[in-house]
């Protein structure tokens, strides 16, 4: 790796039942095989949010099983807590060389969030200044076909109607990214086969696989 250059900073996110989750861990699986023998830092971590390990993200996935009730805003608060509690893990792993592939970011936490009426803008804020992504893979699915590959779980969000509106924010986030600026976005047909999303993910990926140049800026500063 050349000095100037860190670890890419790339977001997998998505709609329940696109395959995520699969997709981001055939990625990871992808990028560490192109690790150096005898190298000393990973080439690539996976994360996921909610990290549902920390205290905050308890808190969290008690909410998401409905075993607990929070106010919208106080739910919002606590998602983006839980980003910022790895914020300066992110970026040490970025500025050693590392590839940092995020399941789920921000951009969940707005969609899921405005879908309830808060406003874009309130909930934008607690979510400026977290380590911007350089690439964001939007993994985009009809509810109709999301549904019909063996339905929803039993989560507080994992139902149809709720994810008929989260996709539409959905898009709309896709569109303020790419006209602010913001890292690139790339929505993906997430409807096709496992192997050809692979595919389809991996030439997006690729060209920032061997890292990107340039410092970790804030999102949306
Ligand atoms: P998961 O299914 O990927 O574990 O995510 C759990 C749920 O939490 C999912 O329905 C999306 C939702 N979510 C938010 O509402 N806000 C957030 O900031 C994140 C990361 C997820
Ligand atoms: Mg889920």
């Not at 939007?138 to 999301?146: E, G, K, Q």
Request: hydrophobic share 40%; glycine share 10%; aromatic share 8%.
């Amino acid at each position: 790796m050349s000095s100037s250059k860190r670890g890419a900073f790339i977001v997998i996110e998505g709609l329940d039942r696109s395959g995520k989750s699969t997709q981001a861990s055939l990625l990871h699986d992808r990028l560490q095989d192109r690790q150096d023998a005898g190298a000393t830092t990973p080439k690539v971590v996976l994360l996921k949010f909610p990290d549902r390990t920390t205290a905050i993200g308890k808190m969290i996935d008690a909410y998401l099983r409905s075993e607990s009730e929070l106010d919208d805003r106080a739910i919002h608060l606590l998602f983006s807590a839980n980003r910022w509690e790895l914020a300066s893990t992110i970026v040490a792993h970025l500025a050693q060389g590392t590839t940092v592939l995020a399941d789920r970011y921000a951009f969940s936490g707005i969609a899921f969030s405005a879908r309830k009426g808060l406003s874009y803008e309130w909930c934008r804020a607690p979510e400026v200044g977290l380590p911007a992504p350089d690439l964001t893979l939007f993994l985009n699915i009809s509810p109709d076909v999301a549904a019909a590959r063996g339905g929803y779980g039993l989560e507080r969000y994992e139902k149809e109607e709720v994810q008929k509106g989260v996709r539409r924010v959905f898009n709309k986030i896709g569109r303020a990214v790419q006209e602010e600026g913001e890292g690139k976005w790339v929505e993906i047909d997430a409807g096709k086969t496992k192997e050809e999303v692979a595919e389809e993910l991996w030439k997006a990926v690729e060209p920032l696989a061997s890292g990107v140049q340039g410092s970790i800026s804030g999102l949306w500063e």
